[in-house]
């Protein structure tokens, strides 16, 4: 692991240890330390989904997307813990694709947190096995388009305005425009290229 993101993993262990700081969405056998989930919670508590019982885990069958293999929130992540988006999602070596962390990674807190989800509980098996989890893309562009995150990022352009409100989903879907029509609007807008070949690898 990085010395950078072991750092930060360990800001958060020293912030989820805090009571004060928590709400209750956290259960009491996930962190030693914790006080009574009732002493830390705001009152806005109840308007959070989902339930924070692990056995009442709900399925993501109702809610707009893929169904993954694992229940997982960036609501919970992103939004709750406040992880930043790149803790998880690294860039590759070029910059152009970022990356979905493995269970392993995921297992640096779930060895010890939530272990009894029925969801952590099969994250455990993935990480054991060694197998890849095989979350469902959600946005994926066919393959005779070129895109780099690393140029569009350095424009200072922000994850949200290409995949909306992630830190609030439960579960993501595609809820922004990446067509053809998507990409052109904005290269419009900020007049960056639109010849066919900038996203075109024409005569090959
Ligand atoms: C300019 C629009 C844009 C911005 C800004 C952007 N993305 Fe993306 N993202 C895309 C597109 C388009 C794809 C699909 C790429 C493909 O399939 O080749 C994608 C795919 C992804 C993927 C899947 C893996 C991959 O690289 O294909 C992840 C994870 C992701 N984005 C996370 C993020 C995060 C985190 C940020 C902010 C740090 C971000 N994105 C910023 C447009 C954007
Ligand atoms: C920095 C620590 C941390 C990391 C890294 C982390 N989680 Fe979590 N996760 C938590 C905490 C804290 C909870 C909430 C536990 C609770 O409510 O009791 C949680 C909850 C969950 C749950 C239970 C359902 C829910 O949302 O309450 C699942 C499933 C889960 N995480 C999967 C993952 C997966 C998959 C990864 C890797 C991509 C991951 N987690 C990475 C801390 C982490
Ligand atoms: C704890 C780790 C974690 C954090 C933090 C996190 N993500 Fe993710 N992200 C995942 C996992 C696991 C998936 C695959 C499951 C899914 O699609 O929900 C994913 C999927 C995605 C995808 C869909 C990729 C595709 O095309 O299939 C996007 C876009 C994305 N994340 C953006 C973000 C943004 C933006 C943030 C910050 C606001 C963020 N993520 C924070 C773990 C994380
Ligand atoms: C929110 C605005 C925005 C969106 C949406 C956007 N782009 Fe861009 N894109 C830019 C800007 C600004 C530049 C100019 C970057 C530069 O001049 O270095 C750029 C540059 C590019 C380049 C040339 C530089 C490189 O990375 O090789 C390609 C290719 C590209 N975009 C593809 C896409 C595709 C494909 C999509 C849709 C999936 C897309 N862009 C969506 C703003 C955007
Ligand atoms: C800024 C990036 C960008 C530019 C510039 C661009 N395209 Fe595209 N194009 C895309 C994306 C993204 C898709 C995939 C759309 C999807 O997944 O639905 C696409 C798809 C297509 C397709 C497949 C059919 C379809 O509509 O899905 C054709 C044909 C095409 N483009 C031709 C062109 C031509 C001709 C030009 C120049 C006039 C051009 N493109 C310029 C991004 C671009």
Not at 12 to 24: D, E, K, V
Not at 107 to 112: A, E, N, P
Not at 121 to 134: C, F, G, T
Request: a positive charge.
């Amino acid at each position: 692991m990085d010395a950078w993101r072991m750092f930060a993993l360990l800001a958060l262990m020293a912030f989820w240890t805090q009571p004060a700081l928590r709400t209750s969405r956290i259960s009491t056998e996930s962190v030693q330390t914790s006080a009574p989930a009732s002493a830390a919670a705001p009152a806005q508590n109840s308007a959070q989904t989902p339930s924070s019982t692990p056995t009442q885990n709900p399925t993501q069958a109702h809610l707009p997307g893929p169904v993954q293999p694992i229940p997982f929130s960036h609501k919970q992540h992103a939004g709750m813990l406040k992880l930043p988006c790149e803790f998880c999602h690294v860039p590759s070596r070029s910059g152009e694709t970022l990356s979905i962390p493995r269970a392993t990674f995921c297992m640096q807190c779930h060895q010890t947190m939530a272990t009894n989800d029925p969801g952590v509980q099969k994250l455990a098996n993935y990480a054991q096995s060694n197998n890849p989890i095989p979350w469902v893309r959600v946005y994926e562009l066919p393959s005779f388009v070129s895109f780099s995150h690393k140029t569009h990022l350095a424009q200072g352009i922000p994850c949200q305005q290409c995949h909306g409100p992630v830190a609030d989903r439960v579960q993501l879907f595609k809820e922004t425009d990446i067509s053809m029509a998507g990409c052109v609007n904005c290269h419009r807008e900020k007049k960056a290229n639109i010849e066919c070949n900038t996203c075109h690898i024409l005569d090959q």
